[in-house]
């Protein structure tokens, strides 16, 4: 023990060198500090030289907050300008290979897309006053602003504070082909943000001489027509490069709004427009008077095209879907029979034009879409708005609008394929999810109550209890996308009263699933695709997917004998067809921003959305107001003259018409005007056989007889 104390005592340190150690860092860290000091106090001399007072000080004050603030503002404009070039990624060029002639139903021609109506003139070889007369018009000032026209902005707005209201506007000829190349007409701010971003990558990336060539040639110029080589051609029957000065001033005043300038609408208007083109070529001092005289003295008249109603919406929507389905590596000049029945497009145009007129004012709202759909999935009307040539933006594909209650059909359906049934009992009380307590619209609970009186009366809460305690939000998503709902859903749980977004034919789509028996696939607008030598390269019975079963028969028949009693006794009353069962199911959204109305009968199925492109609130517009009766008109004619068919799971087509005499519309709902009787149609296997017998003459070989020009087919 006394040899181990002794060693420990050599091996422990001494003191001195413990207080050495010590005495070394603080003389190390003290010098460290002195030296630090040293060095910051001869950086503080060497930067006194800088050191500015009086007026100078005020300037390098003001020039390091610029500095701050512009840093900052370049953030927030990376930030903004991020979204708006995600745009240009596509190959936004491209202006499609296709040139495709479509044709209704019936095999008459309703128009043409694709390279048929974009065959470009270069800007070179364009008459002068052409160019001239597009100048003076859109943007006099396109050769020297950078893409926004400061100028101009500034001119625009003062004159529009002068006047109290917009009368002239301040986008450049390059905004305005950002917007068409890669925007839509929406009015919103984030728009025109996007818009004043892209036309600076415009300028950056083109010359000004494409920027011309393309906003030319991608402008929409009415009667189905894009760019000026079309509209000459459509209006005047004439190659560009011959058109008149009184021609061009024509074509010129198009770009403002071909809707209400096209002169084979509105001839008086168009000459109007026409003056004031030519006007404004002697105010920009690219004319003279006496150079613009003829013009005034003798204005264009465009040829004779008749009455040449083209359904452009659904024309832009069928293009699109033939360059998917059409082969790769086959012909691209293609003739589309498409599924499209002019008299029931009539119809929709009539009756959505019709209620917006009736009611839009006293409602606030301006703006609807609808798709009609027969229940074997062929689309036979489509309107994405109430002027193509106002606004080229189809609201029925492309808009996104939340559906409110029309969504709960989708909760109701994953319902009764999780078992429940229509006389299934739940609590209509308040209830709590993670801090969300919703609310029913009239304020108040009902207590327990079956699913089918909760579906009929709208009431929220008893949806919300059933996603939240017995089904949950992903099988709900899920089944609305079997049913054919191709927007994304997402599975937060406000999505089960209607926040998700979706467009007016994922609607139509799903909802016509309940009408075809549960099965889901069948959506088309093309029939079939042909080259113009009569060869069949696509058809919709042979080419495309088969249908899937989306609901089980037993939820379907569960489903839909709660859904056809919502216009008889619920929300849809407006909607309620005299004498034929239909059903279907309103949508609200908050802030009656979007109202809706999806409903079917055992023929057809529409989808009918009203409301306003900026999102504005409308008065207090439900969706079994002014969409019911809209749907309510459009479907009423739908049905004349045609074999009534059972909705699947409801054994007969016709109602007792004690049953809706009480719910119909009263007379200040405009449902009592009369409507253009339908004509008796052809059945399906008839048309077959007449288009056959179109097919065979097309087809068939020529011969001409002697000492006579016209030729006569073999048959």
Do not use: C
């Amino acid at each position: 023990m006394k040899n181990l104390f002794k060693e420990r005592k050599k091996k422990a340190p001494r003191p001195g060198r413990l207080l050495a150690l010590d005495a070394w860092i603080d003389s190390s860290l003290y010098e460290a500090g002195f030296r630090a000091r040293e060095r910051w106090e001869n950086v503080t001399i060497f930067f006194r030289r800088f050191r500015v007072t009086g007026w100078r000080r005020g300037v390098v004050e003001l020039s390091s907050e610029a500095f701050t603030m512009g840093t900052a503002g370049a953030i927030v404009i990376l930030a903004l300008a991020m979204p708006a070039f995600e745009e240009t990624e596509r190959d936004w060029r491209s202006q499609g290979e296709y040139a495709v002639t479509f044709l209704d139903r019936y095999g008459a021609e309703i128009g043409q897309r694709g390279i048929i109506q974009r065959d470009s003139v270069p800007v070179d070889e364009m008459p002068d006053h052409l160019i001239k007369a597009v100048l003076a018009t859109e943007d006099r000032r396109f050769f020297e602003h950078f893409g926004i026209d400061v100028i101009g902005l500034g001119r625009a707005m003062s004159q529009n504070v002068r006047a109290n209201s917009v009368v002239q506007g301040g986008s450049t000829l390059t905004q305005q082909l950002a917007k068409n190349l890669f925007l839509t007409n929406e009015r919103s701010m984030e728009r025109k943000i996007k818009e004043a971003f892209l036309a600076l990558w415009l300028e950056a990336n083109l010359s000004k001489k494409e920027i011309l060539q393309l906003y030319l040639d991608r402008g929409y110029m009415g009667g189905g027509t894009f760019g000026v080589a079309a509209a000459a051609d459509f209006y005047f029957d004439k190659p560009l490069k011959d058109v008149t000065l009184a021609e061009a001033a024509m074509l010129a005043g198009l770009f403002k709004a071909p809707g209400n300038y096209a002169p084979h609408i509105n001839l008086p208007a168009a000459r109007g427009r026409a003056n004031v083109v030519l006007n404004n070529l002697v105010d920009s001092g690219m004319m003279a008077e006496g150079e613009v005289l003829s013009a005034r003295l003798r204005p264009a008249t465009p040829v004779d095209r008749g009455s040449q109603d083209s359904p452009d919406y659904f024309l832009d929507w069928a293009f699109e879907e033939v360059k998917k389905i059409a082969p790769r590596d086959g012909p691209h000049a293609l003739v589309a029979r498409t599924t499209i029945d002019l008299g029931m497009q009539r119809a929709a145009e009539e009756s959505l034009e019709f209620h917006l007129r009736q009611h839009g004012s006293d409602y606030r709202v301006s703006e609807g879409a609808i798709v009609l759909l027969e229940n074997n999935g062929a689309v036979r009307a489509m309107v994405g708005g109430r002027d193509y040539g106002r606004s080229q933006f189809n609201r029925a594909t492309r808009a996104l609008r939340q559906t409110g209650s029309s969504f709960k059909t989708y909760v109701y359906a994953a319902a009764m394929e999780a078992g429940f049934t229509p006389q299934s009992v739940i609590s209509d009380g308040p209830i709590n999810w993670n801090g969300w307590s919703p609310q029913n619209y009239a304020r108040r609970f009902s207590g327990r109550m079956t699913l089918t009186e909760a579906l009929v009366r709208s009431i929220n809460t008893v949806p919300v209890r059933l996603a939240r305690e017995h089904i949950g939000t992903e099988p709900i998503r899920d089944i609305a996308n079997a049913m054919g709902v191709e927007s994304e859903i997402s599975t937060h749980k406000t999505m089960v009263l209607g926040t998700s977004s979706i467009t007016v034919m994922d609607q139509a789509t799903a909802y016509n699933t309940l009408a075809d028996g549960g099965y889901a696939g069948t959506r088309h607008g093309v029939n079939q695709l042909l080259t113009h030598s009569g060869d069949v390269v696509y058809d919709f019975g042979r080419d495309a997917p088969p249908p899937h079963r989306a609901i089980s028969p037993e939820a379907l028949a569960s489903l839909n004998s709660i859904l056809v009693q919502i216009p008889e006794w619920g929300t849809a009353r407006r909607g309620a067809l005299p004498g034929i069962r239909s059903a279907g199911k309103t949508g609200t959204t908050q802030g009656y921003r979007d109202a809706w109305y999806v409903g079917f009968t055992g023929n057809y199925t529409a989808a009918v959305w009203m409301g306003n492109d900026d999102f504005s609130q409308t008065n207090n517009m439900t969706g079994g107001s002014l969409p019911a009766m809209t749907w309510q008109r459009l479907m009423a004619y739908a049905h004349q003259n045609v074999e009534l068919k059972p909705i699947p799971g409801i054994a007969d087509p016709f109602i007792d018409q004690t049953l809706v005499a009480s719910s119909a519309a009263d007379p200040s709902d405009g449902q009592t005007t009369e409507q253009e009787e339908r004509p008796a149609l052809l059945s399906n296997r008839t048309t077959r056989v007449l288009v056959d017998m179109s097919d065979a003459f097309r087809q068939a070989p020529v011969v001409r007889l002697p000492n006579r020009p016209e030729t006569l087919s073999s048959l």
